[in-house]
């Protein structure tokens, strides 16, 4: 019951409108996806407690900063006095491009709905209605949660009492696949969230490994060892139609698909040195991704846009978070982190960092290389997937 009364208030979020400008001033579009940019300064003013930390987080991991009116290129106020009025006015024309009032939901989904609207503004996608998975460490075993993409709502959506690994989103669904070990074996499932029904998709002898479903909801590639060596497989959703992509290479890991479903990326070894590859998903010759000497290169995932692949790098006893344009150059090292996966807007990053003894999950903006801990989600986590 609590996941469908988090569901019904997701939808009800959905709902909610944009705003339009009351000026016919136009909007100058800004902060497109790159490397290197510098924060867009913003002024924040009349906000408070809830409303005022949901706005400041979405804001920072998706490129802007906090400044003084008398410095901001955007002015944004209002209230939350039980519901949330929000304007956000550009400073240099003082036209406004959000004036609105929000109502119907919680005060953190009005304040999502206004970054939203104000980033709809700007001709920029937002991410106040989004979801991710990811692995949650129970102690010696592990589960998959699922949380909004701030970490609010957490909950544990498994109970395998088991190890289990690499959650994958099923685009238009809300469902995962996943690797479990509950049966010894590391098999791929289907896990329906709203009924809580799973379902096998792969459980051949050997292992059974990283889920990667495909832009359509369709398709999964996977890794399985069924044929003696570890190598890329493809097939339908529910397993049937399995085809071998890749032979002879070795140890092939994180699939990931491209955002046309016509390309799948993965990491393997050639000649004892690891790289990114990329075949096509009906089969093919793989190609090699070039990412700029960066060592080990692994766990890519494909930008929306499909402009970029992000991916980890290890180097010495350490990792870090790296790009590259999707058809391969020089990769940026943006920052110490692993298990990437992109957001919907295709600017900004769920990953994993180190944390002690274990890791926890944590947010970058990648043309800003601006992070934020994702403080409300406790515990020991990782392999973040978020739903696109």
């Known amino acids: 019951m ?29 902060g497109e996806s790159g490397l290197n940019e510098k924060p867009i300064p913003v002024s924040l003013s009349g906000f408070s407690g809830e409303a005022l930390e949901v706005i400041q987080f979405d804001l920072t991991v998706q490129g802007f900063s906090f400044t003084a009116p008398e410095a901001a ?42 970054v939203d609207d104000f980033l709809a503004a700007l001709g920029r996608k937002g991410l106040g209605g989004t979801k991710i998975a990811f692995k949650r460490d129970t102690g010696v075993n592990s589960e998959i949660a699922i949380a909004d993409f701030d970490g609010f709502g957490a909950q544990t959506v498994t109970t395998d009492n088991s190890i289990v690994i690499s959650p994958s989103w099923i685009p238009g669904r809300l469902a995962l696949c996943y690797t479990s070990y509950r049966n010894g074996a590391p ?15 792969a459980r051949y002898p050997g292992s059974n490994l990283s889920p990667a479903v495909s832009p359509d909801g369709k398709r999964v590639a996977m890794i399985l060892s069924r044929s003696g060596t570890v190598d ?12 071998r992509l890749t032979k002879s290479r070795e ?69 870090d978070i790296c790009v590259v344009k999707s058809e391969g150059g020089s990769a940026t090292v943006l920052v110490e982190g692993e298990d990437p996966s992109w957001g919907p807007n295709s600017r900004t990053v769920v990953y994993a960092r180190r944390a002690g003894k274990g890791k ?14 994702v403080s409300r989600i406790s515990g020991k986590n990782s392999q973040p997937s978020w739903a696109k």
Not at 93 to 98: E, K
Not at 257 to 271: E, L, M
């Open 2 to 30: 609590k996941l469908k009364h988090t569901l019904a208030i997701f939808c009800l979020a959905t709902l909610l409108g944009t705003a339009v400008p009351t000026s016919a001033e136009t909007i100058r579009i800004v």
């Open 360 to 373: 926890s999950l944590s947010m970058l903006d990648v043309p800003t290389k601006q992070t934020k801990t």
């Open 232 to 243: 890329l497989y493809v097939g339908d959703i529910d397993g049937g139609n399995l085809k």
């Open 73 to 114: 290129q955007y002015l944004l106020s209002g209230s939350a006095n039980g519901n949330v009025t929000g304007r956000a006015q550009d400073r240099i024309n003082q036209s406004y491009l959000v004036n609105k009032s929000y109502s119907g939901a919680s005060v953190r989904r009005q304040a999502h709905a206004f």
């Open 187 to 201: 098999d791929i499932y289907q896990h329906d969230l709203s009924s809580g029904r799973r379902t096998p998709v």
């Open 251 to 319: 140890d092939e890991s994180s699939p990931c698909w491209s955002p046309d479903g016509n390309w799948i990326c993965f990491a393997g070894k050639y000649n004892e040195r690891r790289a990114l590859w990329k075949i096509p998903a009906g089969g093919g010759e793989p190609v090699r991704v070039s990412t700029g000497g960066t060592p080990n290169p692994s766990e890519p995932d494909w930008s929306p846009d499909s402009k970029w692949i992000v991916f980890t790098s290890q180097r010495g006893g350490g990792f």
